[in-house]
Protein backbone atom coordinates (compact mmCIF):
# COMPACT_ATOMS: atom_id res chain seq x y z
CA UNK A 1 0.00 0.00 0.00
CA UNK A 2 1.60 3.33 -0.90
CA UNK A 3 2.05 6.18 1.38
CA UNK A 4 0.39 9.23 0.58
CA UNK A 5 2.46 12.64 0.14
CA UNK A 6 0.74 13.60 3.29
CA UNK A 7 1.34 10.37 5.33
CA UNK A 8 5.09 11.01 4.31
CA UNK A 9 5.01 14.16 5.98
CA UNK A 10 3.36 13.29 8.93
CA UNK A 11 6.42 10.19 9.39
CA UNK A 12 9.20 12.14 8.88
CA UNK A 13 7.86 15.36 10.98
CA UNK A 14 7.35 12.14 13.66
CA UNK A 15 10.97 10.89 12.97
CA UNK A 16 12.49 14.58 13.27
CA UNK A 17 10.96 15.08 16.57
CA UNK A 18 11.65 11.49 17.77
CA UNK A 19 15.50 12.20 16.84
CA UNK A 20 15.10 15.54 18.70
CA UNK A 21 13.84 13.98 21.80
CA UNK A 22 16.37 10.80 21.74
CA UNK A 23 19.66 10.40 23.23
CA UNK A 24 20.66 7.86 21.08
CA UNK A 25 19.57 6.29 17.67
CA UNK A 26 20.35 2.66 16.70
CA UNK A 27 19.16 1.67 12.85
CA UNK A 28 18.82 -2.06 12.72
CA UNK A 29 17.68 -4.52 9.93
CA UNK A 30 14.98 -6.45 10.40
CA UNK A 31 14.55 -8.99 6.92
CA UNK A 32 12.73 -12.04 8.01
CA UNK A 33 11.27 -11.43 11.19
CA UNK A 34 7.64 -11.90 12.03
CA UNK A 35 5.26 -9.58 12.86
CA UNK A 36 5.08 -11.29 16.08
CA UNK A 37 8.97 -10.90 16.43
CA UNK A 38 8.93 -7.55 15.86
CA UNK A 39 6.52 -6.81 18.05
CA UNK A 40 8.21 -8.79 20.80
CA UNK A 41 11.41 -6.57 20.32
CA UNK A 42 9.49 -3.44 20.01
CA UNK A 43 8.15 -4.32 23.51
CA UNK A 44 11.36 -4.65 24.47
CA UNK A 45 12.53 -1.86 23.15
CA UNK A 46 9.16 0.12 24.96
CA UNK A 47 10.12 -1.26 28.19
CA UNK A 48 13.52 0.38 28.62
CA UNK A 49 12.18 3.98 27.57
CA UNK A 50 12.45 3.74 23.36
CA UNK A 51 10.49 3.55 20.73
CA UNK A 52 11.07 0.99 18.00
CA UNK A 53 9.94 1.35 14.58
CA UNK A 54 10.55 0.00 10.59
CA UNK A 55 10.91 3.19 8.25
CA UNK A 56 11.12 3.42 4.92
CA UNK A 57 14.73 4.64 3.99
CA UNK A 58 13.87 8.02 2.19
CA UNK A 59 11.91 9.43 4.58
CA UNK A 60 14.63 8.33 7.56
CA UNK A 61 16.98 10.41 5.21
CA UNK A 62 14.92 13.40 4.93
CA UNK A 63 14.27 13.22 8.99
CA UNK A 64 17.69 13.37 9.43
CA UNK A 65 18.61 16.14 6.99
CA UNK A 66 15.91 18.58 8.88
CA UNK A 67 17.32 17.71 12.27
CA UNK A 68 20.43 18.35 11.05
CA UNK A 69 22.08 14.90 11.41
CA UNK A 70 24.90 13.63 9.49
CA UNK A 71 23.12 10.88 6.63
CA UNK A 72 24.16 7.41 7.35
CA UNK A 73 23.73 6.40 3.86
CA UNK A 74 25.27 3.40 3.85
CA UNK A 75 23.13 2.52 6.63
CA UNK A 76 20.45 3.79 4.71
CA UNK A 77 20.08 0.63 2.35
CA UNK A 78 17.97 -1.96 2.51
CA UNK A 79 15.27 -2.95 4.96
CA UNK A 80 15.59 -0.79 7.77
CA UNK A 81 14.22 -0.45 11.04
CA UNK A 82 15.34 2.37 13.70
CA UNK A 83 15.27 2.47 17.55
CA UNK A 84 15.32 6.01 19.48
CA UNK A 85 16.55 6.12 22.85
CA UNK A 86 14.19 8.56 25.04
CA UNK A 87 15.63 7.62 28.19
CA UNK A 88 18.63 5.06 28.77
CA UNK A 89 20.76 4.45 25.20
CA UNK A 90 22.31 1.75 27.11
CA UNK A 91 19.31 0.02 27.99
CA UNK A 92 17.69 0.40 24.76
CA UNK A 93 20.77 -1.24 22.99
CA UNK A 94 21.24 -3.82 25.31
CA UNK A 95 17.43 -4.54 24.98
CA UNK A 96 18.51 -5.00 20.29
CA UNK A 97 21.40 -6.57 21.14
CA UNK A 98 20.30 -8.95 23.32
CA UNK A 99 17.26 -9.87 21.12
CA UNK A 100 19.66 -9.91 18.01
CA UNK A 101 21.47 -13.08 20.16
CA UNK A 102 18.31 -15.03 20.84
CA UNK A 103 18.75 -18.16 18.74
CA UNK A 104 15.44 -17.90 16.97
CA UNK A 105 15.78 -14.29 15.08
CA UNK A 106 19.97 -14.93 14.96
CA UNK A 107 21.09 -13.55 11.42
CA UNK A 108 17.92 -11.90 10.83
CA UNK A 109 18.37 -8.35 13.14
CA UNK A 110 21.64 -6.88 12.37
CA UNK A 111 23.07 -3.29 13.40
CA UNK A 112 23.81 -1.41 10.99
CA UNK A 113 24.51 2.05 12.84
CA UNK A 114 23.75 4.53 15.07
CA UNK A 115 24.11 8.09 16.89
CA UNK A 116 25.08 9.05 20.57
CA UNK A 117 23.31 12.61 20.72
CA UNK A 118 24.35 14.09 17.38
CA UNK A 119 27.41 11.78 16.75
CA UNK A 120 27.46 8.98 14.61
CA UNK A 121 28.67 5.75 15.62
CA UNK A 122 29.69 2.60 14.25
CA UNK A 123 27.80 -0.94 14.75
CA UNK A 124 30.38 -2.14 17.13
CA UNK A 125 30.21 1.18 19.35
CA UNK A 126 26.88 0.58 19.82
CA UNK A 127 27.33 -3.11 20.94
CA UNK A 128 30.08 -1.25 23.70
CA UNK A 129 26.95 0.97 24.64
CA UNK A 130 24.47 -1.72 25.56
CA UNK A 131 27.73 -3.21 26.99
CA UNK A 132 27.48 -0.56 29.83
CA UNK A 133 25.30 -0.58 33.08
CA UNK A 134 22.05 0.57 32.88
CA UNK A 135 21.33 4.09 34.07
CA UNK A 136 20.68 3.89 37.52
CA UNK A 137 23.36 1.30 38.30
CA UNK A 138 25.98 4.50 37.04
CA UNK A 139 23.84 6.67 39.08
CA UNK A 140 24.26 4.89 42.34
CA UNK A 141 27.83 4.28 41.43
CA UNK A 142 28.79 7.73 40.79
CA UNK A 143 26.84 8.30 44.27
CA UNK A 144 29.10 5.56 46.25
CA UNK A 145 32.55 6.77 44.47
CA UNK A 146 31.28 11.11 45.68
CA UNK A 147 30.01 9.79 49.76
CA UNK A 148 33.26 7.42 50.38
CA UNK A 149 35.29 10.37 51.25
CA UNK A 150 32.40 11.81 52.72
CA UNK A 151 31.41 8.71 54.78
CA UNK A 152 35.35 7.97 55.60
CA UNK A 153 36.04 11.40 56.83
CA UNK A 154 33.12 11.43 59.24
CA UNK A 155 34.20 7.71 60.70
CA UNK A 156 37.37 9.65 60.95
CA UNK A 157 36.29 12.93 62.83
CA UNK A 158 33.65 10.09 65.48
CA UNK A 159 36.72 7.85 66.20
CA UNK A 160 37.92 9.99 69.10
CA UNK A 161 35.06 10.17 70.33
CA UNK A 162 34.05 6.77 70.26
CA UNK A 163 37.58 5.90 71.75
CA UNK A 164 36.96 7.81 74.80
CA UNK A 165 33.12 6.44 75.39
CA UNK A 166 35.03 2.88 75.13
CA UNK A 167 37.27 4.00 78.09
CA UNK A 168 34.98 6.11 80.17
CA UNK A 169 32.66 2.26 79.60
CA UNK A 170 35.78 0.11 81.19
CA UNK A 171 36.60 2.50 83.80
CA UNK A 172 32.63 2.16 85.05
CA UNK A 173 32.46 -1.64 84.45
CA UNK A 174 35.92 -1.70 86.45
CA UNK A 175 34.37 0.59 89.10
CA UNK A 176 30.68 -1.21 89.14
CA UNK A 177 33.09 -5.22 89.59
CA UNK A 178 33.94 -4.33 93.15
CA UNK A 179 31.23 -3.24 94.60
CA UNK A 180 29.26 -6.03 93.34
CA UNK A 181 30.86 -8.49 94.99
Do not use: H, W
Amino acid sequence: MALTLERKKELVAQYEALLGDSQAVVITTYTGLTVAQIERLRNSVREKGGRFMVAKNTLLKRAFEAAGYPIPTEALTGSTAIAFALEDPPAVAKAIVDFAKEKEVAGLVEIKAGFLGTQQITAEEVKALASLPPLPVVRAQLLGTIMAPASKLARILAEPGRQLAAVVKAYTEKEEAPAAA
